[in-house]
């Protein structure tokens, strides 16, 4: 896996503060991405034990309340089994931190995953610059949904996915 960025005290995607790792590697290359530079699965820097280190030392802070997996898409297929792994590790080392994952394909598509049973909420759906409103909560367009998976899984498959929240931020 490679990886572009690793966000601390973040406040934009997902709840609390947390970390956040960009990855590099997209094949949905939307139309107005915010960041189109992580689309090139070659790009950015091979993640080592040193940026595992930053990430587990930033998590170890109380005050942190969890990591988000963004990009990029930590789904793409140069991705998935590395995050499935870090996820893992995440969850034996900071089992109470919380886990948020954004990825270009949707819900229906991934619920079976079983890397899905180890995060806590999914922003699903490729970006729609014609959907796009800076209002919304950690999601740019309003085509993408911000799925509360425990919950979701928990209702079972062809039950439809539960959101973690309301759509727009408090003006």
């Given at each position: 896996m490679r990886y572009h960025n690793i966000t601390k005290d973040d406040?934009?995607?997902?709840?609390?503060?947390?970390?956040?790792?960009?990855?590099?590697?997209?094949?949905?290359?939307?139309?107005?991405?915010?960041?189109?530079?992580?689309?090139?699965?070659?790009?950015?820097?091979?993640?080592?034990?040193?940026?595992?280190?930053?990430?587990?030392?930033?998590?170890?802070?109380?005050?942190?309340?969890?990591?988000t997996f963004s990009g990029g898409d930590p789904l793409h297929p140069?991705?998935?089994?590395?995050?499935?792994?870090?996820i893992a590790e995440i969850r034996e080392k900071e089992p109470q931190?919380?886990?948020?994952?954004?990825?270009?394909?949707?819900?229906?598509?991934?619920?079976?995953?079983?890397?899905?049973?180890?995060?806590?909420?999914?922003?699903?759906?490729?970006?729609?610059?014609?959907?796009?409103?800076?209002?919304?909560?950690?999601?740019?367009?309003?085509?993408?949904?911000?799925?509360?998976?425990?919950?979701?899984?928990?209702?079972?498959?062809?039950?439809?996915?539960?959101?973690?929240?309301?759509?727009?931020?408090?003006?």
């Open positions: 406040m934009l995607n997902g709840d609390g503060l947390r970390v956040v790792l960009w990855v590099a590697g997209c094949s949905h290359c939307c139309r107005g991405c915010h960041n189109p530079v992580t689309w090139d699965p070659n790009g950015g820097l091979p993640f080592d034990d040193a940026a595992r280190g930053e990430i587990f030392a930033q998590l170890a802070k109380p005050y942190i309340s969890g990591i140069c991705n998935r089994s590395d995050v499935r792994r870090l931190k919380t886990i948020w994952l954004y990825t270009g394909d949707v819900w229906e598509n991934v619920a079976g995953d079983p890397l899905m049973r180890q995060i806590d909420v999914l922003v699903d759906g490729e970006f729609h610059i014609g959907e796009h409103d800076p209002r919304l909560m950690w999601k740019g367009s309003r085509n993408q949904r911000v799925i509360d998976v425990r919950k979701s899984l928990m209702r079972g498959a062809g039950a439809g996915p539960v959101l973690h929240c309301g759509d727009y931020i408090e003006q």
